[in-house]
């Protein structure tokens, strides 16, 4: 767990890239910010190398992030099953960018790269990275994976490669998963890497623009709604949570990514420590978790809700009923009252 690669590491690395024939990049499903960017990123530089490389998604991005450049070059895997499955099967070396395990690239795509003989890449901040990669670059205090891919092409020596196709994917998933250089993660090497971009021509102000300042009026109600008639709010465990349900989405015309830093909102609450957001699917309802302070929703969500991610944001699942997920998660605040409350 480093931000440092080894030599072992960095001579592995380019010795798999430069001799691969056939690369894939993939991240994770329902990719963020950070998952396009660290994959078109990556994209973008293997190019730069005279590769000719393919980008597999699981499923589509949000609408918001569908102008970042080769977007469109994208094999979307749940729309095209042959094309990710011709990739994978025929690939030589695969990056596995913004996640720690294969499942998290979803059961379909996931159920490829285990058949793969591939050799794998990974780069990522998520806790406890699997064992399936050659070379892991881990960093769990890196802000983002964006962070990590300029550090991983720098130290291998390519940072001249870098363009402003490059730049932009790095700077949008460093700028998304840090809350915009707000959170805890960001350090005096993630504004040195963001001064890098910009001084070489980024238009920082642009990625913000395409990325928050194209809202649908019908997104705006939904939150609107989400925290006018949704936020429960309980003060004596420093706890507050939000939940939607599946007809309540369809009554604001939900699109994915509507729903996204919705959980940041309510922990922005004074006084608040433990956020939650619970929004109900077809067959599971997704919960997110934020906290602050030494309060560790990382391990509170491996322990109850069939996920992880980070100390202070992380993910999960529930195949309840919307109604007991949010009793078990009531319940579950009682429980844990007195951590949350000395966090």
Known sequence: MSRILTPEQIDTAQRLILNANRIVVTTHKSPDGDAIGSALAMHHFLRSLGKNPTTILPDAAPDFLHWVSAYDQCIIADEQHQEAEAHIAQADLIFALDYNHLPRTGDYVGSLLEKSNASFILIDHHQQPGTFPVVTYSDTKACSTCEMVFRFIEQCGWIGHLNLDIATCIYLGIMTDSGSF?????????????????????????????????????????????????????????????????????????????????????????????????????????????????????????????????????GGISMESIEATLDKFNKLSLQYSSQINAS
């Open 182 to 314: 707000r959170f805890h993660s960001v350090t005096d090497d993630t504004h040195r890497i963001a001064g890098a971009l910009i001084a070489m021509g980024l238009d920082h102000s642009e990625v913000h623009r395409n990325v928050y300042d194209t809202n649908l009026m019908d997104k705006l109600k939904l939150i609107g709604f989400a925290l006018s008639e949704k936020l429960v709010v309980l003060p004596e465990h420093s706890t507050a949570f939000i939940s939607l349900s599946k007809e309540e989405l369809k009554r604001y015309n939900y699109r994915q990514g509507d729903t996204e830093g919705l959980v940041n909102q309510a922990l922005s609450i004074r006084g608040i420590k433990l956020a939650a957001f619970f929004k109900e699917g077809n067959n599971e309802i997704k919960a997110s978790f934020r906290s602050k302070g030494s309060f560790d929703v990382n391990a509170f969500s491996r322990a109850h809700w069939q996920g992880g991610g980070h100390i202070n944001a992380a």
